[in-house]
């Protein structure tokens, strides 16, 4: 509008400066008649127009704000913002948080609700209006929010309020009342009613608890201190920080003894992971307080302890009870410990764990006491990297004692671990046979070498022996596919198919064609003239058993019934009488297994 102004205005300059005067006293003359009686009556409003668009890009940012809350009027943070927008108005601030905490619904709110109270309450604080403040913040605690945390920073931020101000007594008794359990009759009528209240469950909030603690610590005695602890414990919302902070306390005024009972409770409510710093700091503080006086009960809780704790955590408390050990038991325990850590921690450690208790023992029992431990690392399933390690370090502490068989044998065992790539390893036992060994020796170490260099090299070309297998089905199969394009009829590609699969022969072919057929085979054709020659060398195919001929082979002879089958026995030959003279002559096992000439043809047939 103010630019259509500015525009009319000057396109009305232009034409009267054409049209002359007489037009101009003419329309002089109609406004006056028309507009006489108006209080805007101004020929130039251009001012005014200004100052209304001026007014309006003023009260843009609280118009915005409107529109974005008629959007969604549980916007919490939006209140916020429309709030500062009012920071030099404290009359509107006060109704824009009033209409906001009608207005916000703390089951739909976007956000946390309870921070319009908050902010609220401490408007009226920072103008020193703490009536007005406290009437806020009782007015907050009444209000069903979604959260049980929202309701405990209401209680919290009037507490604090009042101890801002000096008011410690109040800020107690608040927390006092915050935390009180409700009654029966108010949980019985909550219950009928249906929707439980945040208010019935507030007296659990840890936050609560937490900031009554510090409260009673700072203000209260140590009476009311405990009491307090002691309701922690009992509504088992207590964290492993309240545990260590209720012993601390006791520690500070002398209990020792409630102090360890506390630490046991703790060590019982809690598992691992949360437990670990209560068992650590209960550990360390016992064996300060009573070094060797209570020995056996110290050893008891170290054993609790490892029996509680999973296999990664169980190193430091091995290492904890060992030095207990060292300082005020028996050294030969602190072996025991030792040697029970190596056996429990998982297979990481166990390599730093070997090395601990190998110093500890050289250090205790002197070197040679170091030589079952070597012995036992390296039985011990350790990966071969750190066998190998533990061996060269044996190996090394053998020749330091003059013991160089021993250290050539430890080395000689070590090359079942070691890497033919690996440079130390066969640097160091060069480096010991030049220096210790002979001729022989070297020779030997070079053998070894070669041989373990020989052995990783063939492990990458020997195959399983199902992939030989399913090879020799392959080659078999492409070969069978060849001789049917080829027009080789059934019975000769079945032979083929045979003798393909049976593998190569060293015997010459007619050892082969006459030799006894197995039984996983079946009857092939035979010519007549590969049979004349079978008489003559069947007593010479090696077979080592003897086999009786019956002496009714000839009455054998009407079993075979033409009738009853589409291929003539005759065209078998004698090949078919032997395969059924042998048949009979088996063994009952292999009767089972084998099978004459005419069974084997008629499940051909089938």
Request: aromatic letters at 8%.
């Amino acid at each position: 509008m103010l630019a259509a102004k500015l525009e009319a205005a000057e396109e009305e300059g232009a034409e009267d400066e054409d049209e002359g005067g007489g037009r101009k006293n003419g329309m002089d003359r109609l406004s006056k008649k028309f507009l006489e009686d108006f209080w805007l009556n101004d020929e130039d409003d251009t001012e005014l127009r200004m100052a209304r668009f001026e007014w309006l890009l003023d009260r843009r940012p609280e118009l915005l704000s409107s529109v974005l809350l008629r959007q969604n009027p549980h916007n919490v943070e939006e209140w916020h913002r429309r709030v500062k927008l009012f920071e030099k108005d404290p009359a509107r601030q006060v109704a824009t948080y009033v209409e906001a905490v009608k207005t916000v619904d703390p089951m739909k709110a976007v956000g946390k609700p309870h921070t319009l109270w908050v902010s609220f309450a401490k408007m009226y604080e920072k103008h020193n209006r703490l009536d007005s403040a406290e009437d806020i913040f009782k007015r907050a605690t009444q209000v069903n929010y979604k959260a049980v945390d929202h309701l405990a920073s209401i209680w919290c931020e009037w507490a604090e309020m009042e101890l801002r101000h000096n008011n410690f007594d109040k800020a107690i008794e608040l927390m006092r009342q915050a935390t009180a359990e409700p009654s029966v009759e108010v949980k019985r009528q909550a219950a009928a009613e249906g929707n439980e209240p945040v208010q019935m469950k507030v007296h659990k909030s840890l936050k609560l608890w937490s900031f009554y603690v510090d409260l009673e610590e700072s203000l209260g005695t140590l009476d009311s201190t405990r009491a307090v602890y002691e309701r922690i414990l009992d509504l088992r919302i207590a964290t492993p920080q309240i545990i260590l902070n209720y012993a601390y306390l006791l520690e500070e005024h002398k209990y020792f003894e409630d102090a360890f009972k506390v630490y046991e409770r703790g060590v019982k409510i809690f598992k691992y992971p949360h437990v670990k710093a209560i068992w650590v700091t209960y550990l360390t503080k016992f064996v300060q307080r009573y070094k060797r006086s209570k020995l056996e009960r110290a050893r008891e809780l170290f054993h609790e302890a490892v029996q509680q704790a999973p296999p990664d955590e169980k190193k430091p408390l091995y290492l904890q009870w060992a030095k207990l050990e060292e300082d005020y038991g028996l050294a030969k325990r602190a072996m025991n410990v030792y040697d029970e850590a190596v056996r429990a921690v998982p297979n990481s450690e166990k390599m730093d764990m070997y090395e601990i208790y190998i110093a500890r023992a050289a250090e205790l029992f002197g070197v040679p006491r170091t030589r079952q431990i070597y012995e036992q690392a390296i039985e011990s399933g350790l990966p071969d990297r750190d066998v190998l390690t533990m061996c060269m370090k044996f190996a090394e502490l053998e020749r330091s004692l003059g013991e160089i068989d021993r250290s050539r044998a430890i080395y000689v065992h070590a090359s079942n671990y070691a890497d033919p790539n690996n440079s130390d390893f066969w640097k160091k036992w060069n480096d010991f046979e030049i220096q210790h060994g002979n001729e022989d020796t070297f020779r030997e170490m070079l053998r070894i070498k070669r041989t373990v260099a020989a052995s990783r090299s063939q492990t990458h070309f020997i195959l399983p022996e199902y992939l030989m297998q399913r090879d020799q089905r392959l080659n078999l199969d492409e070969a069978v596919d060849t001789l049917k394009r080829a027009g080789v009829p059934e019975d000769e590609m079945a032979a083929l198919e045979r003798q393909l699969a049976s593998g190569p022969s060293t015997a010459p072919p007619a050892a082969q064609n006459t030799a006894p057929a197995s039984t996983n085979r079946m009857m092939n054709f035979v010519s007549a003239g590969v049979e004349a020659q079978a008489e003559s060398s069947r007593q010479q195919a090696g077979n080592n058993e003897d086999i009786e001929l019956p002496d009714e082979s000839d009455d054998e002879e009407p079993d075979v019934q033409i009738a009853e089958k589409s291929v003539p026995a005759a065209v078998f030959g004698e090949l078919g009488k032997r395969a059924a003279e042998s048949q009979e002559g088996s063994s009952g096992a292999q009767e089972n297994e084998q099978l004459g000439a005419l069974e084997r043809i008629k499940r051909r047939r089938q």
